[in-house]
């Protein structure tokens, strides 16, 4: 149990598009969905948390405008890196906590973005 | 001062050693606590849950002590498969804060 899938697992743009990433709970209910970025032998850095049905919140530093949020529904919610560039290369992962569950999060496989 | 702050390591062992990761976390008001392996390249999977009054899962063993706002793991046995980022996770209070790693290397 606790499944929860991203695609596109990697992703090659221009810089001056936008990517989407999508990331899903397969076999449970998520109120709550974080999007985390990760640099090379850094660790994990919070974006943003996403609950279903209201706005994002965004960590200090993490521009709102240029990485949207959408959370849908209780299984999906989207992350748009908007207008990329290529300080935007890095992995981004998403992670999704259970309705009923307690504080542990169930993480995507991750999706690596490289803007050229 | 990080919030979470572990040895990055590299621990470097034999198989079949014990090895012991040790963490502390500056929010006293943390409630929950947990350690995550990442392999290179992959996502964070959660090892386990660490409870105050300690808790074992086969070969790993994690310990919590609260007054010294201290956590530790304890890998007994190590295997090659055990080689991977071992991420030291305290809630604050409804996300997750993750330390930088501590990375383990067991060689046959």
């Known amino acids: 149990g606790a499944v929860v899938s991203q695609h596109p697992s990697r992703v090659i743009c221009k810089s001056g598009t936008s990517v989407k990433i999508e990331c899903r709970s397969l076999?449970?209910?998520?109120?709550?969905m974080f999007w985390y970025r990760q640099f090379p032998k850094q660790s994990l850095m919070l974006m943003a948390t996403?609950?279903?049905?209201?706005?994002?919140?965004?960590e200090q530093g993490v521009e709102k405008d240029k990485f949207l949020i959408n959370h849908a529904s209780l299984t999906l919610s989207t992350l748009t890196v908007t207008s990329a560039h290529p300080e935007d290369s890095s992995f981004y992962i998403c992670?999704?906590?259970?309705?009923?569950?307690?504080?542990?999060?169930?993480f995507g496989p991750g999706t690596r973005l490289t803007v050229t | 001062r990080k919030e979470v702050e572990q040895d990055p390591g590299p621990f470097n062992v034999p198989e079949g050693a014990t090895v012991a990761f040790n963490c502390t976390y500056s929010?006293?008001?943390?409630?929950?606590f947990f350690w995550y392996r990442q392999d290179c390249r992959k996502e964070p999977k959660l090892l386990m849950s660490?409870?105050?009054s300690g808790n074992e899962d086969g070969r790993f063993t994690a310990q919590l002590n609260r007054a010294s706002q201290y956590i530790s793991l304890l890998i007994r046995d190590s295997k090659l498969s055990d080689s991977a980022t071992y991420l030291c996770?305290?809630?604050?209070?409804?996300?997750?804060?993750f330390g930088t790693g501590t990375r383990l290397q067991v060689f046959p």
């Open positions: 992670s999704a906590r259970e309705l009923a569950g307690g504080y542990e999060q169930y």
């Open positions: 076999d449970f209910q998520a109120t709550t």
């Open positions: 996403s609950n279903e049905g209201s706005k994002a919140t965004y």
């Open positions: 929010n006293s008001a943390s409630q929950s």
């Open positions: 660490v409870y105050s």
């Open positions: 996770v305290v809630n604050k209070p409804d996300k997750l804060i």
